[in-house]
């Protein structure tokens, strides 16, 4: 059974950084692409980053190219946002994803593409 629990979300100031991590159980993860999604009230669910199973390719939304880094650490099973400079638009509920087959992941952008959720993590930023 896959899992998948973020934690590292909270409440933080304009310009502030905060690292939300995705703990994930129940695949080899080593061999699957992973997301991040983020849904704001109100909003759909939203693209924010996705990194390759290799981990050497990484892609980000136009809205948090430069300032989101995601990464992975294969030996911990655990995939990381490290988000800086934060804006009062980054609020949302921030979701790991991962999709039903390990391998390479063409369309990572879509919802869709992924299979497996996490609970969320609340990332609120104050002006």
């Known amino acids: 059974q896959v899992q998948l629990v973020e934690s590292g979300g909270g409440l933080v100031q304009a310009g502030g950084s905060l690292r939300a991590s995705c703990a994930a159980s129940?695949?080899?993860?080593?061999?699957?692409?992973m997301g991040w999604f983020r849904q704001a009230p109100g909003k759909e669910r939203e693209f924010v980053a996705a990194?390759?199973?290799?981990?050497?390719?990484?892609y980000y939304a136009d809205s948090v190219k430069g300032r989101f880094t995601i990464s992975r650490d294969n030996a911990k099973n655990t995939v990381y946002l490290q988000m800086n400079y934060l804006k009062p638009e980054d609020t949302a509920v921030y979701y790991c994803?991962?999709?039903?087959?390990?391998?390479?992941?063409?369309?990572?952008?879509?919802?869709?593409?992924?299979?497996?959720w996490g609970q969320g993590t609340q990332v609120t930023v104050s002006s």
């Open positions: 994803a991962a999709p039903l087959s390990p391998g390479r992941l063409n369309n990572y952008y879509r919802p869709d593409e992924y299979d497996y």
């Open positions: 129940g695949l080899t993860f080593s061999r699957y692409s």
């Open positions: 990194i390759s199973w290799v981990g050497m390719n990484t």
